[in-house]
């Protein structure tokens, strides 16, 4: 089995949660693109929807598979949210923003009505952490920020984290996210309190949002070589 294969059939499970007349958000990554070019095909057979994507990225995908976009600033509600993730723990809490697409995916899962998450099994895990947290900040003092969000690590009971600037591969500059700003990977290895270092995270001035989705998805779907495996969460 390929990772491929798996990530395939996790994204093809998620369309039975998808409806007619939905306004669905689009997540970003290698998994959510299997699910943005299912979900055109069912639109090139009639289905409506309208999509919301959470990334540059993925609006080219979609405006190039025909999938009808929206602009966040015209939508309301959103009914349903389909998105990747790096790291899924037993309780579905994520670590998510390997793609450098966190924040617009934080802000369109929270304005979901349903988070459904898609990955290959590879994805779940006992605890997070051993996938780095990838925090965004500002470009704006980000080496006083780094210095903080390190402090905020192991006053969180994190041993001896390491918080590195995504560069770009091979050119030595820093990563821009599409809101401008620099992501920080933060090698954790084991995150124990993961509610704690959230909320310590985001009081940190300069801190945009941090890669820990905690009590959103309502829904995992893990993809393997036979299908996939559907799990319900409740809050
Ligand atoms: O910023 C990117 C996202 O959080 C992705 O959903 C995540 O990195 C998973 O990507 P993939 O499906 O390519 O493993």
New binding site residues.
Partial sequence: MSDEDA?RNAAAAALDYVEDGMTLGL??????AFFVEFLAEEVADGLVVRGVPTSESTRRLAETHGIPILPIEQVERIDLTV????EIDPGANLI???????LR?KIVANASDHMVVI?DASKAVEQLGAFPLPVEVTPFGFTITAKKVYDALCATGITRPKVKLRELPSKGTPLVTDGGNYILDCSCQVIPDPRATAVALSVIPGVVEHGLFLNMARTVILGDSEGAELLEFEY
């Avoid at 997540?27 to 959510?32: F, I, K, L, Y």
């Fill in positions: 990530k997540g970003t990554g290698s998994t959510a998105d990747g993730a790096d998510k923003g390997g793609g450098a697409a966190l995916e990955a």
